[in-house]
């Protein structure tokens, strides 16, 4: 995250396209998939496309993380009390909701709602739980990067925690909350590491190898898509082919050729827009999906996914327009 007078045009449009990704996901419709017809093949083929969201906004992080000054002890703690409170408090707000629900079903009991509640483990909240491990272990990978070997450890450790997850999830039939599979940090490690990596590299390097990385990633997805399929019907999310796909695609998405490339039109105006509201729009989408899925429970993706964006970046807008201040401190709506 940077500041507003800090911004980067270029890194707010990815940001703006890594949150239209992220309620893509989440839009998508919850049926068993097959590769039978051309358009589930099709519809498979976009959606495994989209795996690479939170790699993305990882990734970003990184990078401007990398480019702090967070060296003395005194400075690291600045970083924390500056950087924790803007994601951690909106969560708070946001699982509000979701706190009183679970308590009033009483699936559970109340220490652990209170525990879901404060280690960000209600919806899909389990980013930031992520992003603040990232923050407190700065030092250390920013420290990494300057030795070598650091991508490829950060890869290896990626690469055993998604195996693991999939070994548990797919074949000894775990069914682990998404907090505990995909809210720890040694699982998305090598994302925010590439991004704090080209902080201080070069970033220009020749396209094709990135373009390569991502035809291969996308290929491998499909296959192992169709084969955890077969095993328990859960092969659109994230998997190591997932994960070798959004490497591509982040290594691609830093160039320093396609960001000087960058114009600003009325689109990618629009795109950025989205961006520097994505925070808000991540904690306030699925409080939008679950409306509008009551009012047409049998809408299209395309449908679904165009309404819950619209509706959402509306409801910021009108939100930041009444009271600024506590939209940004309170709801996240920067």
Known sequence: MSSQSNRRPYFDALRGLAIIMVVGIHTVPERAWAFDTFENILTIVIRLSLNCAVPLFLAISGYFVGSKKIGSRSEYFDFLKRQIPTVYIP????????????????????????????????????????????????????????????????????????????????????????????????????????????????????????IIVIAAGLALQIIECNWLFSIDGRGLGIKLSSFVFSAGVVWLAFSERLENSYAETRFTAAINYIGRISFGIYLLHVYVIEIWKRLLPAGSWVVDWIAVMCLTVSVIAFVKALNPRFAKKYLGFR
């Not at 679970?102 to 899909?124: I, M, P, Q, W």
């Not at 990978?141 to 950060?154: D, E």
């Not at 998305?188 to 991004?195: A, D």
């Open 91 to 210: 969560c708070l707000v946001f699982s509000v909701p979701w706190l009183v629900m679970s308590v009033r079903a009483g699936h559970s009991s109340v220490v652990t709602d209170a525990a879901k509640f404060f280690l960000c483990g209600f919806s899909v909240y389990y980013f930031v739980a992520l992003i603040i491990q990232y923050y407190v272990l700065s030092p250390v990978l920013i420290g990494l990067n300057k030795l070598r070997g650091g991508v490829f450890l950060t890869a290896v450790i990626s690469a055993v925690s998604i195996m693991a997850v999939t070994c548990m999830m797919s074949f000894r039939g775990y069914n682990l909350p998404l907090l505990v599979y995909a809210g720890g940090f040694p699982l998305w490690i090598i994302f925010f590491f590439m991004g704090i990596r080209f902080s201080d590299h070069s970033r220009a390097f020749d396209l094709k190898y990135p």
